[in-house]
């Protein structure tokens, strides 16, 4: 999605971006690398903890390509992608760090 959005944002309406900024803002919560609660598989969380670091690292990727969209079409990034730079500055994996300053 990253890529698409990257190499043909003219395909993505504000709409669709303003959608993926709404679901990038779930998926900071989702893709959570602190330790699961007891509980966790009981409520069957969207994101299984063992696939965590991957949807993170990728949803990082869609951060950054969305907010490059923005940015060329001078629209403010809004919070949720605000929260996934600061994510990407701090996180404890380096491929989210690298998401935000990276090629990928």
């Known amino acids: 999605m990253a890529s698409a959005l990257r190499n043909r ?9 303003e959608n ?7 998926l900071i919560t989702e893709t959570s690398l602190v330790s699961p609660p007891p509980t966790e598989e009981v409520f ?3 994101v299984p903890f063992t696939l965590r670091p991957e949807y993170r690292s990728s949803s990082a990727k869609l951060a950054r390509a969305v907010a490059e969209v923005l940015k060329m079409r001078n ?6 992608i605000a929260k996934w730079q600061e994510i ?11 998401a ?3 090629d990928s």
């Open 88 to 98: 990407c500055q701090t996180d404890s994996l380096p491929e989210v760090r690298l």
């Open 20 to 26: 993926l900024c709404i679901g990038l803002d779930y």
């Open 9 to 17: 944002p003219e395909l993505f309406t504000d709409h669709h971006v």
């Open 44 to 46: 069957s969380p969207a």
């Open 100 to 102: 935000w300053i990276g």
């Open 75 to 80: 629209k403010p990034s809004g919070i949720a």
